[in-house]
T-cell receptor
């Protein structure tokens, strides 16, 4: 069956450390993968998009990798700050333009 | 530039009623998508409109419908409401393509069905 998972429901890390969030999927063949941030009571905010033929994408303190063999994307936030605390969602963009979102990981960066 | 706006922000209805939600995209954006978010199912895609035409549709029953107007504003309608329709309904807009362009989400409409 088709499934998309994010490593854990919640992740706590110390300020200044690198947060690594995982998105795994089975029985999907995405064309792209997107990462979003969502704060309580608000809509998701787009962060990064990576194509299936790209291995890595960076934007400021953010880095995303995409391994279509492992069917996995890793999302890294370096030098994390308490302001990075939020829920992070990965989304598979399938051929045919359908979107499938992961359940999200709630990140807490502790001062 | 003003962001995506959704009205109303909160809505309470009873089973069997119908509801219409409204979304105004960012000026110049032609693609509008609708999503349902619940604690149990997460964020699920409902449908996407582009230039007044439904371009893509998720796996929701026919009770969920939508439309887009010539000014790109969009409405979503749910008929014969069920308790399970209680959710946060999010609208997102993008210039042309939500796959390649950044999607901008609105604050959502919180629907409670009693």
């Amino acid at each position: 069956s088709q499934k998309i998972e994010q490593n854990s429901e919640a992740l706590n890390i110390q300020e200044g450390k690198t947060a690594t969030l995982t998105c795994n999927y089975t029985n999907y063949s995405p064309a792209y993968l997107q990462w979003y941030r969502q704060d309580p009571g608000r809509g998701p905010v787009f962060l990064l998009l990576i194509r299936e033929n790209e291995k890595e994408k960076r934007k400021e303190r953010l880095k995303v990798t995409f391994d279509t063999t492992l069917k996995q994307s890793l999302f890294h936030i370096t030098a994390s700050q308490p302001a990075d605390s939020a829920t992070y969602l990965c989304a598979l963009v399938l051929y045919g333009q359908n979107f499938v979102f992961g359940p999200g990981t709630r990140l807490s960066v502790l001062p | 530039k003003a962001g995506v706006t959704q009205t109303p922000r909160y809505l309470i209805k009873t089973r069997g009623q119908q509801v219409t939600l409204s979304c105004s995209p960012i000026s110049g954006h032609r693609s509008v998508s609708w999503y349902q978010q619940t604690p149990g199912q997460g964020l699920q895609f409902l449908f996407e409109y582009f230039s007044e035409t439904q371009r893509n549709k998720g796996n929701f029953p026919g009770r969920f419908s939508g439309r887009q107007f010539s000014n790109s504003r969009s409405e979503m309608n749910v008929s014969t409401l069920e308790l399970g329709d209680s959710a946060l309904y999010l609208c997102a807009s993008s210039p042309i393509s939500r796959e390649l362009d950044e999607q901008f989400f609105g604050p959502g409409t919180r629907l409670t069905v009693l």
